[in-house]
């Protein structure tokens, strides 16, 4: 029923504002992140033991390539963004946590790498997917730059109906206050929904990947390759 479906508000790709940074990355809001984060984190392991090397695309302060690194010693993690703040709070964490030798941030476009073709044993993307106005040309970049027979995980924030938005949005957003409750609503509309991704899949490289739902919130993604990592 089309009158149910809630269109798409796009939010600002960057989130470069000092209060928006500030907001994400503050005490209270990564208290709450962290255990959401680390859903993420046990869904990437879930494929085995990581080695090599892993690229997190929209890595913004660093906290899942920094939670999977220190899981995972074989492994070389290098986390890009398109924000320079968060490049920098991503470099404090790793220097913090003694991971800077293991854990490498750069500023870069998603949608244009410059490593070289299946470079990367793992390729992740946690929560980027919603700021994406264009996002084909990412999964083109992640399936250009993971190895064949390598893993690719994506997960994002699920675009509800127009009926269940504002319930969504007050139930699954309860942990948040003030800057971080409206980037909240936000990212929510500027989410995907199942139906879109799958139609956007289809147009790319990762055509092959499978489709995945994980709770009420989220959706994504995965290509695990023949021989894993
Ligand atoms: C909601 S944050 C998610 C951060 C992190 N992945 C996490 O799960 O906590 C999205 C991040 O993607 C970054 N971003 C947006 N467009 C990008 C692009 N084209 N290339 C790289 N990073 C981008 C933003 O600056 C922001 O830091």
Redesign the pocket.
Known sequence: MKWLALPRIPEP????DADEVEA?TSAATQAY?DAV?DTFVEQALCFGPLKGWLL??????G??PLKIARRSPELRVVG????LP?VRAARRAAAREKLDGQAFFML????RLSFRDAFFHVVI????LH??PQPVA?FNEMARVAKPEGLVLLRDLRRPSRLAFPFHVRWHGRHYSGTMRRLYRD?VRAAYTATELAQLLQGSALADAQTFRHRRTHLGFYRAGREQV
């Open positions: 790709e960057v989130m470069g994400y992140l984060d997190d695309l929209g890595t913004g302060p906290c899942i890009v963004d398109r924000s968060m870069a476009d998603a949608a993307c946690n929560s980027l700021h994406l990412v990212s």
